[in-house]
């Protein structure tokens, strides 16, 4: 672990060690001898520092496939990790050459940042066109949200001018609610946590046609929905009226990988606890949708 004893090549490093280092820096302060307690346990015990880490610190990369990759390596660790993950690298010494690194290593050999390298070698996060998105024509609309005229996204986020967007929480049969974690590459509120799909009207849609397709090209499924409420623009929605939608998912959500960096399900009171101990991390639109879902 980053800034402990726990390193590359030993017996304490393993999957645990990389799953924790993902989202956040580990480092051992001190060793307590067993010596120290009474009755004396048999072995000593460790004080360690957790914080979240940044997660612009590192790559882009499908955690899903990256943890699978970690699970198959360290399955057997005398074996080489050419044999354990063939499923997934049939040609292990072409990527193995291409990443520099030996064609007969094992699992405790690799830093975490091979192991991305090694799913980004698998499946490359993609990234979003912002040519095309900067060029989407908004309706610009007045208080009381009647169009006036349209207008590019740079000139509708550039000048601040109110425009309309649609917000979608989605619910699976658990009643947890999916948030996603905003790409890297947004343009406004990057790595920020967010409702489940978002996305803005453009010319000639309506409410209702703009949250069907955000739902279908961020998480890839139609469903139901119903409107929750009807938000003011404001400098807390970004001068957006937005419209808030629930809907149920039963089957899986397949994430667009270009406009969410990660996402999970949480129950209500998770997300209740989370937003009001680090509002911070969420996009601040969100924050106004979830006041006004939870009332």
């Known amino acids: 672990m980053n800034g402990s004893k726990y390193s590359t090549s030993t017996h304490d490093y393993g999957a645990l060690t990389l799953r924790v280092q993902v989202h956040h820096r580990v480092k051992c302060l001190r060793i307590v001898p067993a010596t120290v307690f009474f009755p ?3 072995v000593d015990s460790a004080v360690v520092r957790i914080l ?3 997660p612009i610190e590192l790559p882009e990369r499908d955690n899903q496939l990256l943890l699978k990759l970690i699970r198959a390596g360290f399955s057997q660790r005398r074996k080489q990790l050419r ?3 063939r499923e997934h690298i049939p040609d292990w010494d072409t990527v193995s050459s291409h990443l520099h690194i030996a064609v007969n290593a094992r699992a405790e050999e690799l830093s975490l940042l091979q192991w991305i390298a090694i799913a980004n070698s698998i499946a490359p996060f993609p990234r979003p066109d912002s040519r095309a998105t900067q060029n989407e024509s908004f309706p610009i609309v007045d208080k009381n949200d009647r169009i006036l005229r349209y207008a590019s996204r740079s000139e509708a986020h550039g000048n601040n001018l109110r425009h309309r967007a649609v917000h979608i929480l989605i619910f699976n049969p658990a009643g947890e609610v999916y948030l996603q974690q905003r790409s890297r590459w947004k343009d406004r509120h990057p790595l920020k946590w ?7 009207v453009t010319a000639g849609e309506s409410y209702d046609d703009t949250a069907r397709r955000e739902l279908k090209e961020e998480l890839g499924v139609t469903v ?5 409420s009807k938000i003011p623009a404001s400098e807390h929605t970004d001068q ?3 419209w808030l939608y629930q809907g149920l998912a039963s089957g899986d959500l397949v994430p667009a990988k270009s406009e969410i960096e990660q996402g999970a399900f949480l129950p209500s009171t998770i997300i209740d606890d989370w937003t009001s101990a680090r509002p911070e991390d969420f996009a601040p639109g969100f ?8 009332r």
């Open 83 to 85: 044999k354990l993950v």
């Open 52 to 54: 979240p880490r940044d």
């Open 40 to 42: 004396r346990p048999e």
């Open 287 to 294: 924050l106004e949708c979830w006041k006004a879902y939870r």
């Open 240 to 242: 957006e009226f937005i």
């Open 224 to 228: 139901a929905l119903q409107i929750v």
């Open 194 to 200: 967010d409702s489940s799909a978002a996305g803005h």
